[in-house]
């Protein structure tokens, strides 16, 4: 017999090809969605992220640029040793003095963040009588409110938690590196071993479990202010810091809105 | 000495050595480059894919007879390097066995999410659908005419569809022009997404511009058609026929259009940053004059687009006092020229929009490994994957004795 197929034919056959697997996604979408309210994350059993909101507060004036936070992250994290990957860090500013008699109220602004502060910083080697200003900024992952880093992952590794914390599922993440290039704060990398992207999780694990975050805790200044928006304990920290301060973020003209708050912030901080 | 101190020297040594290739203050997770060549060359040879599904086009949808000799050659150039396309991208990835799931869980709010649909369809529904109403006649008289595997091969590719009648034929060729109008927003789409992916990238005051998307896609064009002008030379020489000189020279007329509207979207890009003077233009003009001054300035603009456009300008301007084969070789240089200046625009837009910080105090460096996952001789084997790509699909669906100068095809009456 003669079995002849037509054009119609063979192109429905494709349609519905394609059509099927058109619909894969969806289907396979609404499964991850399901997955990744229930796994994927270092919270205990019987946490429930809608019943709180994480916030970090940093008081620049009280860092005092001693790096133990940076330390305390990278043992709490297991974060790599080289000098090129921090959940936190440290950056340290000098603002020189203006020349005299020029047109400028500041001068030079060096910035330098040696081993992410780890360690503390050296004595600077521009001579006391120069410098106007000098001062710490600690850095972390700044838990946007629309984070670009999650709005860029293709797979939906990087998601915002309800609770406020922006969080990388590391069994999902594909490492192509978009998130990575779409943070404008540069707290993402690349770890070298699990080939996957990393970033400050607020110490997850410790936090669901009713612990600070690490660099929170070793915070000799108590730099860092850490709280629960929605659980406030007496006398909450995180409410008497945005009372008694004017804050800042980083970077608000790109509309991330982030949720980690600066106080006593410099206009040179980006 | 202690073991636990040798993780700590390292990272000693490491940052001395990254102390060395650093200017100004950059956030120390930015100091080693995460996006290296091989994502240089994949929009290369994505825009070569778009590139030349525009250049065939030219043929179906918009009717330039004089092109029909390279429209064949210019659909299975875009299909080779259609094939490769993907390839960079997946050993780029740090976890290539799990790039499926761009696929099956796709985030929709991510544009790179967005690849496998769009290279799909770009793929299945126009460039595979176009070849293959364009080929099914020949398909059919090949299956009839050859043995063996190659036979096989054709007969497997008509898909069942045997139909030569009149009528069926004219259907083919209704179809075909009804796919290249389609396929002339997907090429667009398909590029225009991969400058997308660039250009969505707020953070980075080098990629995020509304403009990306527009450059990517003229570039595109650029270097398609300019592929498409090697190509036919080469394919001629090694089948040692004549080019044919009217064909040639509408290549040569539409790579300079090509250009002129490259030059211009790129040269408009570049004055709205200097005017508009954001916060990031003080980094990016030292970035242009500094560390790009080669890639950008040299190769970019003075060798692949103004040397090009002031020959190319010349066999537009007096076509009349340049001999033929004067005007060839221009042509042919020009898109050697213009091939080597879209790829520095790649390197780039790619490696120049890592090499400042986001914080814009500082620079960093990046050293071309020979060897490994993102060195040059990987790069340079996927681009020269494509070629041999080519090569096969040329001598399977190009073959010698149809003349590489001829086609059964006849353009559709615009």
Known sequence: MNFVISRRRMLGALAGALGWIASQPVAKASKATVQKLLAGSPAPKGYDPTQHKWLMCIDVDRCIGCGLCVDACKTENHVPEASSFFRTWVERYIIKKPADGGNDVRGEVLVDSPNGGRGGFQPSLVPREEILRSFFVPKLCNLCEHSPCAQACPVGATFDSPDGAVLVDPTYCIGCGFCIQACPYGCRFMNPHTKTAEKCSLCYHRITRGLKPACVEVCPGHARIFGDLKNPVENDPIQEFVRKNKVFTLKPHLGTDPRVLYANMDKEVR | ?414
């Open chain 2, 1 to 414: 000495m202690d073991p636990a101190l040798t993780p700590i020297l390292e990272a000693a040594g490491e940052a001395h050595q990254l102390a060395t290739s650093i200017e100004g203050y950059v956030y120390p997770n930015e100091q080693n480059l995460l996006w290296s060549v091989l994502i240089v060359v994949y929009p290369y040879i994505t825009g070569l894919v778009a590139g030349a599904f525009i250049m065939a086009s030219l043929v179906r949808v918009f009717n330039v007879k004089a092109l029909t000799p390279v429209y064949r050659m210019a659909l299975l150039t875009a299909l080779g390097f259609l094939i490769c396309a993907p390839l960079p991208l997946l050993f780029h990835l740090g976890h290539p066995e799990r790039s499926y799931q761009v696929m099956i869980t796709p985030h929709v709010s991510s544009p790179m999410a967005m690849f496998g649909f769009v290279y799909a369809w770009y793929m299945m529904a126009v460039l595979l659908l176009e070849l293959w109403c364009e080929y099914r006649r020949d398909l059919v008289v090949w299956s009839v005419r050859e043995r063996g595997l190659k036979g096989l091969l054709y007969r497997v590719l008509t898909l069942g569809v045997r139909d030569l009648s009149p009528a069926a034929l004219h259907l083919d060729e209704r179809m075909s022009k009804i796919i290249t109008v389609i396929g002339i927003p997907s090429a667009f789409l398909l590029h225009g997404y991969v400058g997308f992916i660039f250009g969505s990238i707020k953070a980075n005051p080098w990629w995020g511009n509304v403009l990306m998307p527009v450059i990517f896609i003229f570039s595109a064009v650029v270097s398609g058609i300019a592929l498409c002008v090697v190509l036919y030379k080469e394919l001629c020489w090694f089948r040692r026929k004549v080019v044919d000189a009217a064909c040639y020279d509408d290549m040569g007329k539409f790579l300079f259009y090509a250009l002129l509207v490259d030059f211009t979207v790129e040269g408009l890009d570049w004055l709205h940053r200097l005017y508009a003077a954001e916060e990031s233009i003080f980094v990016l003009k030292q970035l242009a004059g500094g560390r790009l001054f080669n890639t950008l300035l040299v190769i970019q603009l003075c060798l692949g687009t103004l040397l090009p456009l002031v020959a190319l300008g010349a066999t537009q301007m007096v076509p009349e006092k340049l001999p033929v084969w004067f005007r060839q070789r221009i042509y042919y240089n020009s898109a050697v020229l213009i091939l080597a200046g879209v790829l520095a625009m790649r390197w780039n837009v790619v490696i120049g929009g890592q090499l400042f910080s986001k914080s814009l105090r500082g620079f960093t460096t990046f050293k071309l490994g020979l060897a490994g996952q993102e060195g040059w001789l990987l790069a340079v084997g996927l681009i020269v994957l494509p070629f041999i790509v080519l090569g096969v699909l040329i001598w399977l669906f190009l073959p010698d004795d149809t003349k590489a100068t001829e086609t059964v095809t006849t353009p559709a009456a615009g």
